[in-house]
């Protein structure tokens, strides 16, 4: 809807910027709280199930089943358009060989249905199996399209919300080793303007997003060869040990902001119980 609006726009001459992530939007879940499925009415009684054991007992039926795997191949696939196709094993304890693989394929080798593998991993872990789905730019050559259209700005958030479900936050090194390094869908020189000036001059943020004189000296050291994200991983820092999915940026030397080198060769060069370099932007100003 957002870019069919910005085209009506565009069409009148108004020139605007809609938002694309240049990394498909991947979520990860469990059958015990399904969320790429739950806006389909079949699982209305899995979300009302309070408990493991019934859920499980409804995983089991044959008829559920059956209707699940009748509504996917019709195409009845929810809100999000789930898709056991764009779906990998991201956690199964029980078998780590097979973490990673893709659903489909995996249930091709062992000539079941995909939907009834999935349940039948998730049941062997008493659903605590995680998959990870990609729910939106997955297609490439579609995102290239958008990525190099330009009245497009690189960009995606949900403002922290969905810790343990996706992470977004490795878009910036992506860009670079996928549609810089490995694609070419630009220089490198383009894919900074996208990362830093593009950006601060669309939101009015007027003394950051270059190396110029009177503006932040914020800067990020990194090697155009080897810069990257690794795999995304879990972990349980968030207050009561809450989880959250994050990932490691690769290829950084050096992280500046406002002159002092905060973070060099992977590790923390201030203390952040001490005075910090940042500052606080209102107005689009510090």
């Known amino acids: 809807m957002l870019l069919a609006a910005s085209a009506k726009l565009l069409d009148q001459g108004i020139p605007v910027h809609p938002q694309v992530s ?7 879940f469990t059958m015990a709280e399904p969320f790429p499925f739950e806006s389909m009415p079949l699982f209305g009684p899995i979300s009302a199930a309070s408990d493991v054991a019934t859920k499980c007992e409804i995983y089991r039926s044959a008829g559920f089943r059956r209707e699940l ?9 929810g809100a999000l ?29 062992r000539s079941i249905d995909p939907s009834d593998l999935a349940l039948e991993l998730a049941l062997a872990d008493d659903l605590g199996a995680r998959f990870r789905i990609a729910l939106l730019n997955y297609d490439e050559a579609e995102v ?6 330009p009245h497009t700005m690189l960009g995606l958030s949900d403002a922290g919300a969905h810790a343990s479900q996706l992470c977004d936050s490795c878009f910036s090194t992506h860009l ?7 694609r070419r869908a630009f220089t490198i020189e383009e894919s900074v303007r996208k990362l830093t000036s593009e950006p601060a001059e669309i939101f009015g943020i007027t003394d950051r997003g270059r190396l110029a004189i009177g503006c932040a000296a914020d800067t990020v050291v990194f090697d155009p060869s080897t810069v990257a994200c690794s795999d995304l991983r879990r972990v349980y820092d968030q207050p009561a040990g809450a989880d959250r999915l994050v990932a ?6 050096a992280v500046v902001v406002n002159g002092v080198i905060i973070r060099q060769n ?12 940042g500052r606080l932007l209102r107005n689009g100003s510090a």
């Open 144 to 149: 290239e399209t958008l990525l190099t259209d």
């Open 81 to 109: 358009g789930a898709s056991w196709d764009r779906t990998i094993v991201s956690w199964f304890p029980p078998d780590p060989n097979i973490e990673g693989r893709n659903v489909a394929e995996l249930a091709a080798e």
């Open 69 to 77: 795997r009748d509504k996917l191949a019709k195409g009845e696939a």
């Open 176 to 182: 670079l080793s996928r549609w810089v390094r490995e």
């Open 266 to 277: 992977g590790t923390d060069t201030v203390d952040p119980a001490g005075a910090l370099p």
């Open 248 to 253: 490691d940026a690769v290829g950084i030397d």
């Open 22 to 28: 240049c990394r498909p939007l991947s979520l990860e």
